[in-house]
């Protein structure tokens, strides 16, 4: 099969998406397509009803849809070429009036702390035309930094639709907040969601980048707020930086007291700034930093941020956090480390350690670090494939599928670990078979390829196989 080169994104745009948090594209298929894909749709949710993490193979014209070079290309330039479309899919079908309620999508029904970063994306697909009174997705730019809504009316200034002519897609960053709105007509409207994961930290930039400076887009005033310095580090760690604020900023004692200060404060936005602008002023502010991380609280994950662009500096401090009786503080720490990735290498003793704690959440914050440092563990990369497959069998759910999800970061790197992934394919959680299987697929040895073409083959789909054609034709 030929797959089209994909239509990579443009630095405006690029831009647009570090600072807004979304995108809206449009692929080129013709009428005729997206009819036909309604059609079925219609006929399925009739029939069958939502086909949930099976509508992929269900409706099998969506693949010529992931392989169209405007979303592969987006897709590579905003998570890298090496991208995973995730197990969890779903297919939303909204024909009342009523708006839904704002809100941030959780990880499969698990709580994680999100990532500034882009590691995870989503794409909504609206196979049919979808006007303002059909009630398309809804969603606040700029938002996606934010743990609290930050808007308090429920139908805020600035709202970005996803109206548009069928192959409208909006591209969005996991974390923005969004809604479905009020669909005023009563026709069917489908939008399919997808999820995708990066495989691979950033070591250049995956989309057309041609400046390599910093300058946010136009839109930026219209957000509910600044963030210059968590831009600037954002756009530079996808054009491969780690830590690139570092000690960029005098260390300054009377500008670190009141970055400090507010960094406890109520306005989450300005907190940010205050921990970005903590992480760019020297070990003076790392240090503010890590007292902040201890002291627990929203400051406390502010902190957690901040120290995660911070640099090597940071890392004796996530060390000692890590080891904290605390559990949250244990868990942020990890976090931190993890976005820090081959600064954090010889942190990753210290966190093999931490998967023997009790609390599950430091555990599945752990095997996710491990995960992002990933090869960058240097001499240590085979304790942490060892620690990661012994995850494979936490008795916590989430500890184990994100254990999968790592050990796919880490490549043929994790190849020792693949008898205990062809074990996890028995698991009775779904989202740890799935990451099981991929994380098979990219580590890609023989061994691994052997067993994951063993299991796709028995558990093959049928597309037109249902309850009035269970065989023939």
Not at 113 to 129: E, G, K, L, S
Not at 433 to 462: D, F, K, V
């Amino acid at each position: 099969m030929t797959i089209n080169p994909p239509v990579l994104l443009t630095d405006e745009q690029m831009r647009k998406f570090v600072t807004d948090g979304y995108l809206l594209l449009k692929t080129d298929f013709p009428k005729s397509f997206h009819d036909a894909l309604t059609a079925q749709l219609d006929k399925v949710y009739a029939e069958e009803g939502n086909p949930g993490n099976n509508l992929l193979p269900r409706i099998r014209e969506l693949r010529k849809v992931f392989d169209h070079p405007v979303v592969t290309g987006a897709l590579s330039s905003v998570l890298g070429p090496n991208y995973m479309l995730h197990a969890h899919r779903h297919g939303h079908f909204n024909a009342t009036p009523k708006p839904g309620g704002w809100h941030k999508d959780s990880y499969w029904g698990y709580k994680k702390q999100r990532n500034h970063h882009p590691w995870w994306a989503m794409v909504m697909y609206f196979p049919q035309d979808t006007p303002v009174e059909l009630g398309p997705t809804g969603l606040l730019p700029g938002t996606q930094n934010y743990e609290t809504r930050v808007f308090e009316t429920e139908d805020p200034t600035g709202e970005a639709l996803a109206a548009g002519e069928a192959g409208t897609f909006l591209l969005i960053h996991y974390d923005i907040w969004h809604r479905s709105t009020a669909n005023v007509l009563g026709k069917p409207r489908y939008m399919l969601k997808f999820e995708f994961m990066r495989t691979s930290a950033p070591t250049a930039p995956s989309w057309d980048n041609r400046d390599a400076a910093w300058t946010p887009p136009a839109t930026v005033d219209a957000l509910p707020a600044r963030h210059d310095l968590l831009w600037e580090e954002t756009w530079r760690w996808l054009r491969g930086e780690v830590g690139a604020i570092a000690g960029s900023l005098p260390a300054d004692e009377a500008a670190i007291a009141d970055a400090a200060a507010r960094l406890a404060g109520e306005d989450e936005p300005d907190a940010l700034n205050a921990a970005y602008e903590l992480a760019a002023r020297g070990d003076l502010g790392v240090a503010a930093l890590a007292g902040a991380l201890l002291a627990g609280g929203a400051a406390g994950r502010a902190a957690a941020y901040g120290l995660a662009v911070a640099g090597a500096a940071a890392v004796p401090a996530l060390r000692e956090a890590l080891a904290s009786a605390d559990e949250k503080a244990a868990a942020r720490a990890a976090f931190a480390l993890g976005e820090l990735r081959g600064l954090a290498a010889e942190a990753v003793p210290a966190l093999v350690d931490a998967l023997g704690r009790p609390e599950p959440r430091v555990r599945r914050t752990t095997v996710e670090a491990l995960g992002q440092i990933g090869p960058a563990a240097g001499a240590h990369v085979g304790d942490a494939v060892a620690a990661l497959a012994r995850a494979l069998t936490d008795d916590d759910a989430q500890t184990r599928f994100t254990a999968g999800l790592a050990l796919a970061r880490l490549g043929s790197a994790a190849a020792a670990a693949v008898p205990t992934l062809v074990e996890a394919l028995d698991d009775e959680n779904r989202y740890v078979r799935a990451h099981a299987a991929e994380a098979l697929r990219y580590i890609g040895t023989p061994e691994a390829n052997e067993a994951l073409l063993h299991e796709l083959t028995y558990a093959r789909w049928c597309s037109t196989t249902t309850k009035e054609s269970t065989f023939y034709p």
